[in-house]
């Protein structure tokens, strides 16, 4: 059975992203004109030659009107996050790289350019099967929780540097879900495994060595690693 995922969320870290300021800004408003837009702004004290200085920082969040998408830039950081509608919203890893890289197409056209450092990514889903569940060997009597962790590292990629994979299976029977679409409660989980997976390049790498022909081959690795855990 296939997992129904609960969201995707790709992260880039792109140097171009330490100054954000109003000119950025109403650009990118322009870009994701049919979102909800918001511009943050937080302090951060930094010490210097025991000189402290408070460095005021700037952040902005777009929304689509259903919530399902959030595009978010803030400290070098972009984040783009897919919410599903659980658990009837199929929407594939396939449909969330066409869609994202038609925006960072268009983000990098002007404002950003198209040299990132580091990617990451989740994906959060859920098992329900008897098989994934009898697979898991479950003890009911008087569980609260119960996880299995597990890392490895992927070198035999396009990106040509090792890919860090964590792969964390939960159950819990009172494990429950709250969804950005649900106002007021939470969707209870009964008899399921959650699933979340998570790949990243290499943190202590910090030069800017990916461009968005690397995003795809990243989010293709990513793609294969999730059809891998469901086979």
């Known amino acids: 059975m296939k997992p129904k995922f609960i969201l995707f969320q790709f992260v880039i870290r792109n140097n171009d992203l330490e100054v954000l300021d109003k000119e950025k800004f109403i650009f990118l408003k322009e870009i994701f004109n049919d979102f909800l837009s918001e511009r943050k702004e937080s302090a951060e004290l930094t010490i210097k030659d025991n000189n402290p200085t408070i460095i005021?920082?700037?952040?902005?969040?777009?929304?689509?009107?259903?919530?399902?998408?959030?595009?978010?830039?803030?400290d070098k950081n972009i984040y783009i996050t897919y919410n599903h509608q659980y658990p009837d919203d199929d929407f594939s890893l396939d449909n969330y790289k066409s869609s994202i890289m038609q925006k960072l197409e268009e983000i990098t056209s002007k404002i950003f350019s198209k040299s990132y450092s580091r990617f990451g990514f989740v994906s959060e889903s859920i098992l329900s099967s008897e098989n994934e569940l009898k697979n898991f060997e479950i003890d009911y009597n008087n569980l609260l929780q119960k996880t299995i962790t597990t890392i490895r590292e992927n070198t035999r990629n396009a990106l040509q540097e090792p890919i860090i994979?964590?792969?964390?299976?939960?159950?819990?029977?009172?494990?429950?879900?709250?969804?950005?679409?649900?106002?007021?409660?939470?969707?209870?989980?009964?008899?399921?495994?959650v699933m979340r997976n998570e790949l990243n390049t290499l943190a202590e790498k910090l030069n800017s060595r990916f461009d968005n022909d690397s995003v795809q081959i990243f989010l293709d690795k990513v793609n294969d690693h999730l059809l891998e855990c469901t086979k």
């Open 165 to 193: 994979i964590i792969n964390k299976q939960t159950y819990s029977p009172n494990l429950k879900l709250d969804s950005v679409h649900l106002s007021d409660s939470s969707i209870p989980l009964n008899d399921v495994i």
């Open 56 to 74: 005021t920082k700037e952040s902005y969040e777009f929304v689509s009107f259903d919530k399902k998408w959030v595009y978010g830039f803030q």
